[in-house]
């Protein structure tokens, strides 16, 4: 899901240009949370790989091409970062050190975590009203009018933000699904 100023915003992110990891931030944030989360399942341990990935790419900027992606990249530092978590976990809990086999074993497999990062980098690109309602509607369960009563918005306004959430995310996340056919 390259927008056409993900190439101008890695760049700015590779000169260590300030506004720019902001940005990054803001726009990774969201999605990193969603890999640590299905990786360790757990807010805090979550929280935590979210800042330590930010900060090892922070520091490995300079070292990032800005000709390529940077969502993989950072993905990759994530998931990283979420083993490290998990195995220091592990070994806290008085177990022996993982091996890179046991690793596997992690709750979600790669592709489940890579399709949960596209999910949540979609919903990070929905309007600020259309994926609260979604959201509403698949996070916490809400019916449409409980949706509106919640909002204090007209029940049609409530499906029409939901039509065109759910169009925005088939178009957004096309690819994962000629991905996983």
């Not at 300030?18 to 944030?29: I, W």
């Not at 341990?45 to 520091?59: F, I, P, Y």
């Not at 993982?98 to 992690?106: H, I, K, M, R, S």
């Not at 399709?115 to 949540?120: H, Y």
Request: proline share 4%; glycine share 4%; hydrophobic share 45%.
């Amino acid at each position: 899901m390259r927008g056409p100023d993900d190439a101008d915003l890695g760049a700015r992110f590779a000169a260590g240009d300030e506004a720019a990891v902001r940005a990054v931030y803001a726009r990774y944030a969201g999605p990193i949370l969603t890999v640590a989360m299905g990786t360790l399942g757990r807010r805090e341990l979550a929280d935590e790989v979210v800042q330590t990935t930010m900060l090892k790419a922070w520091r490995a900027a300079a070292s990032f091409d800005p000709a390529r992606d940077l969502a993989p990249w950072l993905y990759a530092i994530a998931r990283r970062a979420a083993i490290d978590v998990y195995r220091r976990e592990k070994r806290s809990a008085g177990l022996d050190e993982l091996t890179d086999d046991q690793v596997a074993v992690v709750p979600l497999s790669f592709e489940r975590t890579w399709e949960a990062w596209e999910v949540r980098s979609a919903l990070d690109e929905l309007p600020d009203d259309e994926r609260e309602v979604v959201r509403l509607a698949h996070f916490l369960g809400l019916t449409q009018s409980q949706i509106a009563e919640r909002l204090d918005v007209p029940l049609g306004t409530v499906k029409s933000r939901s039509s065109r959430a759910h169009r925005r995310l088939a178009s957004l996340l096309a690819h994962v699904v000629k991905a996983t056919e």
